[in-house]
Protein backbone atom coordinates (compact mmCIF):
# COMPACT_ATOMS: atom_id res chain seq x y z
CA UNK A 1 0.00 0.00 0.00
CA UNK A 2 0.98 3.57 -0.75
CA UNK A 3 0.35 6.58 1.59
CA UNK A 4 -0.76 9.66 0.24
CA UNK A 5 1.18 12.40 -0.50
CA UNK A 6 1.81 14.97 2.84
CA UNK A 7 -0.40 17.95 2.33
CA UNK A 8 0.95 20.83 2.14
CA UNK A 9 -1.38 24.50 2.64
CA UNK A 10 -0.24 28.14 1.20
CA UNK A 11 -1.54 30.74 2.87
CA UNK A 12 -1.67 33.52 0.30
CA UNK A 13 -3.75 37.10 -0.74
CA UNK A 14 -4.24 38.09 -4.38
CA UNK A 15 -2.22 40.91 -5.84
CA UNK A 16 1.09 39.86 -3.23
CA UNK A 17 3.60 38.82 -5.30
CA UNK A 18 5.76 36.95 -2.96
CA UNK A 19 2.67 34.68 -2.77
CA UNK A 20 2.76 34.17 -6.56
CA UNK A 21 7.15 33.32 -6.34
CA UNK A 22 6.12 30.76 -3.88
CA UNK A 23 3.61 29.44 -5.63
CA UNK A 24 5.55 29.29 -8.79
CA UNK A 25 8.65 27.89 -6.91
CA UNK A 26 6.13 25.06 -5.20
CA UNK A 27 5.93 23.70 -8.92
CA UNK A 28 8.44 21.11 -9.17
CA UNK A 29 7.66 20.18 -5.86
CA UNK A 30 4.08 18.97 -6.90
CA UNK A 31 4.65 15.33 -7.28
CA UNK A 32 6.20 14.86 -3.65
CA UNK A 33 3.42 17.02 -2.17
CA UNK A 34 -0.65 17.91 -1.94
CA UNK A 35 -0.96 21.60 -1.98
CA UNK A 36 -4.02 23.65 -0.71
CA UNK A 37 -4.02 27.18 -1.51
CA UNK A 38 -6.08 29.38 1.23
CA UNK A 39 -6.59 33.18 0.65
CA UNK A 40 -6.21 34.59 3.88
CA UNK A 41 -8.87 37.65 2.62
CA UNK A 42 -11.42 34.86 2.74
CA UNK A 43 -11.97 35.00 6.12
CA UNK A 44 -11.97 37.69 9.24
CA UNK A 45 -10.06 35.12 11.56
CA UNK A 46 -7.64 34.42 8.77
CA UNK A 47 -6.81 38.34 8.25
CA UNK A 48 -6.60 38.42 11.88
CA UNK A 49 -4.31 35.33 11.95
CA UNK A 50 -1.84 35.99 9.35
CA UNK A 51 -2.47 40.37 8.46
CA UNK A 52 0.78 41.28 6.25
CA UNK A 53 2.60 38.32 7.08
CA UNK A 54 2.17 35.94 3.75
CA UNK A 55 2.90 33.48 1.96
CA UNK A 56 2.90 30.91 4.51
CA UNK A 57 4.05 27.49 3.75
CA UNK A 58 2.60 24.88 6.77
CA UNK A 59 2.18 20.68 6.97
CA UNK A 60 -1.07 19.22 7.58
CA UNK A 61 -0.14 20.03 11.07
CA UNK A 62 -0.02 23.15 11.25
CA UNK A 63 3.61 23.40 11.53
CA UNK A 64 5.19 26.47 9.60
CA UNK A 65 7.44 25.20 7.16
CA UNK A 66 8.35 28.69 5.53
CA UNK A 67 7.37 32.46 5.52
CA UNK A 68 7.70 35.06 2.40
CA UNK A 69 10.20 32.93 0.50
CA UNK A 70 10.22 29.22 -0.31
CA UNK A 71 12.85 27.57 2.02
CA UNK A 72 13.57 24.53 -0.23
CA UNK A 73 15.51 22.75 2.28
CA UNK A 74 13.18 23.29 4.89
CA UNK A 75 10.76 21.80 3.05
CA UNK A 76 13.05 18.51 1.63
CA UNK A 77 13.18 18.05 5.91
CA UNK A 78 9.41 18.28 6.31
CA UNK A 79 8.33 16.47 3.21
CA UNK A 80 11.50 13.69 4.12
CA UNK A 81 10.29 13.79 8.07
CA UNK A 82 6.81 13.01 7.07
CA UNK A 83 6.85 10.45 4.08
CA UNK A 84 8.96 8.68 7.53
CA UNK A 85 6.28 9.20 9.45
CA UNK A 86 3.44 7.72 6.79
CA UNK A 87 5.84 4.90 6.00
CA UNK A 88 5.85 4.10 9.51
CA UNK A 89 2.15 4.27 10.16
CA UNK A 90 1.59 2.10 6.80
CA UNK A 91 4.38 -0.96 8.65
CA UNK A 92 2.51 -0.58 11.90
CA UNK A 93 -0.95 -1.18 10.20
CA UNK A 94 0.08 -3.83 8.24
CA UNK A 95 1.74 -5.79 11.16
CA UNK A 96 -1.66 -4.92 13.07
CA UNK A 97 -0.10 -2.91 15.62
Known sequence: MTPELPRLTLYQRSGCHLCEEMRR????WSGRA???LVDVDSSPELQRRFGELV???AGLDGV???R???DG??????LAGTRTSLFQSVNES???Q
Open 25 to 28: GLAP
Open 64 to 66: EIC
Open 73 to 78: ERLQRY
Open 34 to 36: QLA
Open 55 to 57: PVL
Open 68 to 70: YFL
Open 94 to 96: ERG
